[in-house]
């Protein structure tokens, strides 16, 4: 069974920082792209960043130079640091990994943190 735990979401005004976390726990063999995805109220999901297990990154058009993803040690973590956040970055943000738990690689997601920005 393999789990993803979002931390770190919250009411913040615009301008402010906030930092996410993502946390990977199971039966893992290896980690392959985690990302950070976001929906907000009537939206589709939509893709905010991803970082491979090379570290190479990508990011939504709309937070480039704002945001950041990076991945901890263990290689089974990764952050989300957001900065200058805006009222339209408010939504709930979903970690996602390619997870490879010796028998298959499944994409998992975690149960989602709400990011709220204010004007």
């Known amino acids: 069974q393999v789990q993803l735990v979002e931390s770190g979401g919250g009411l913040v005004q615009a301008g402010e920082s906030l930092r996410l976390s993502c946390a990977a726990s199971?039966?893992?063999?290896?980690?392959?792209?985690m990302g950070w995805y976001r929906q907000a109220p009537g939206k589709q999901r939509e893709l905010v960043a991803t970082?491979?297990?090379?570290?190479?990154?990508n990011y939504a058009d709309s937070v480039k130079g704002r945001f950041a993803i990076s991945r901890g040690n263990a290689k089974n973590t990764a952050y989300l640091q957001m900065n200058s956040l805006k009222p339209e970055d408010t939504g709930v943000y979903y970690c996602?990994?390619?997870?490879?738990?010796?028998?298959?690689?499944?994409?998992?997601w975690g149960q989602g943190t709400q990011v709220t920005v204010s004007s």
């Open positions: 199971g039966s893992i063999f290896s980690t392959n792209v």
């Open positions: 996602n990994a390619e997870i490879n738990n010796y028998a298959y690689t499944g994409s998992y």
């Open positions: 970082i491979t297990s090379g570290g190479s990154t």
